[in-house]
C-alpha cells in the first residue's frame, strides 16, 4: 500500500483568492528579482488528485492545506470541505487538520472539534508558527493539547520571506531558505526540549527535515563539546539528542523525483522513519508518470522488501491507524 504523506489540498475558492489561474503551479520572476509563484487551480479538484494518485500507482493520501496556517476562519472552512472530500472517499482520502498554536483557546477549540468530531487524523502546522520556533515556551498550551488528543504533528516548510541573505537573483531564497528553516526547527525540537517535557509527542517533519542528514555529525560534536544546556545552567535534555531525533518521522516529498535525497537521509534515518510523500501539487504537476518512477526508484534501493514497504506506506498506516490493502 503507497500512501502520499505530502499532498497539498484546498478548495477553488482558496486557490482562486490566492491568485491561481492554471492547472499547473506557475513560478516567475517578480518585478525584485526574485521568484514568484502562483498556485494550481488543480489542487482544488478532487477529480484531478485521484487521476493523479492512480496514474503514479498511490493508493491514499494524507490532504493538508498551507493557507489555512494563517488564517484562523479559512482553516474552519477547510475542515469542513475536506471533511466532505474524506467522508465521500474515505478509502483514498484521509486529512491533517490546519493549527493555529498561537490561536488561543478557540484554536485549541477549533483543533479539538477537528479531530474528534471531524475525524481528522492529526494537525498541521509550519515551521515557524507566527514567527515562533517550535522550542518556544508560547507553544506549550498547544503541545499539551495535541498530546491529550493523541494525534501526529505535520511541520511544513516555513514560507516566510526572511533570511535575507539567501535572497539573489537566480531563485536562492526559494531553493534553500525553507530547507534551512526546517532544519532548525528539527534541531529545536531535539535539542530545545519538547520532546523531554511532552515526550508522547509524535512530529512529522516534511522535505526530509530539510535535509539535517548532512549536519548531524556536527551537532554530535558539539553536544560532546558543551553538553546540552550551552548557557542556560540548567541541561534542557536529559538524554543523548538522538534518542530525540530518532522518535522523529520524515516525510519523503518536496524533492521532485529524490531519489539522491532518499539515500542521504537513510544514512542517519532509520527506513521505519520515513515515509513517502509527493508534495502534489507542487511538484510533479502533469507529470504523474515521474512520480511513479520516483515509487520505482525506491523499490530499488539495497533494503529489505519490508522495509521498503514501510517506507512506501508501512509506516503511514501503522502510525495512523489505516487498514492496509495491498498496493
Not at 495535541?146 to 531563485?171: N, Q, R, T
Request: charged share 25%; net charge negative.
Amino acid at each position: 500500500m503507497i500512501i502520499d504523506m505530502e499532498h497539498h489540498f484546498s478548495s477553488e475558492e482558496q486557490l482562486r483568492k490566492r491568485g491561481a489561474k492554471s492547472d499547473r503551479p506557475e513560478r516567475t520572476w517578480a518585478v525584485n528579482g526574485r521568484l514568484s509563484f502562483r498556485v494550481s487551480l488543480a489542487a482544488g479538484r478532487i477529480e484531478e488528485h485521484l487521476r493523479f494518485m492512480d496514474e503514479a500507482g498511490i493508493d491514499m493520501a494524507v490532504l493538508t492545506t498551507n493557507f489555512a496556517l494563517v488564517d484562523f476562519d479559512e482553516a474552519k472552512r477547510w475542515n469542513d470541505v475536506v471533511t466532505k472530500v474524506v467522508k465521500e472517499d474515505p478509502k483514498r482520502f484521509i486529512a491533517f487538520t490546519p493549527a493555529h498554536p498561537l490561536g488561543g483557546e478557540a484554536a485549541l477549540k477549533e483543533m479539538e472539534r477537528a479531530v474528534n468530531e471531524l475525524g481528522m487524523r492529526g494537525v498541521h502546522i509550519n515551521a515557524r508558527p507566527q514567527g515562533r520556533h517550535l522550542d518556544s515556551r508560547e507553544l506549550w498550551p498547544f503541545y499539551e493539547k495535541v498530546s491529550e488528543l493523541g494525534v501526529p504533528i505535520d511541520v511544513h516548510i516555513w514560507g516566510g520571506d526572511d533570511l535575507e541573505f539567501l535572497h539573489a537573483l537566480y531563485a536562492l531564497h526559494y531553493v534553500i531558505a525553507r530547507e534551512y528553516d526546517i532544519s532548525a526547527a528539527t534541531l529545536r525540537i531535539c535539542l530545545g526540549g519538547v520532546l523531554e517535557e511532552f515526550p508522547d509527542l509524535v512530529f512529522i517533519m516534511n522535505h526530509f527535515g530539510g535535509g539535517v542528514s548532512a549536519v548531524m555529525e556536527r551537532v554530535d560534536v558539539y553536544m560532546n563539546y558543551l553538553g546540552p544546556g550551552f548557557y542556560s545552567g540548567k541541561p534542557l535534555i536529559s538524554k543523548p539528542w538522538r534518542e530525540y531525533f530518532n522518535k522523529l518521522y520524515f516525510s519523503m516529498g518536496g524533492r521532485e523525483a529524490g531519489i539522491a535525497s532518499v539515500k542521504c537521509a537513510l544514512t542517519t534515518i532509520s527506513p521505519r522513519k520515513l515515509m513517502f510523500g509527493t508534495d502534489w501539487s507542487w511538484n510533479f504537476a502533469g507529470n504523474p508518470q515521474a512520480a511513479k518512477r520516483y515509487i520505482d526508484e525506491i523499490r530499488k534501493l539495497d533494503l529489505p522488501e519490508d522495509e521498503i514497504d514501510a517506507m512506501l506506506g508501512g509506516n503511514a498506516a501503522e502510525l495512523l491507524g489505516i487498514q492496509r490493502i495491498s498496493s
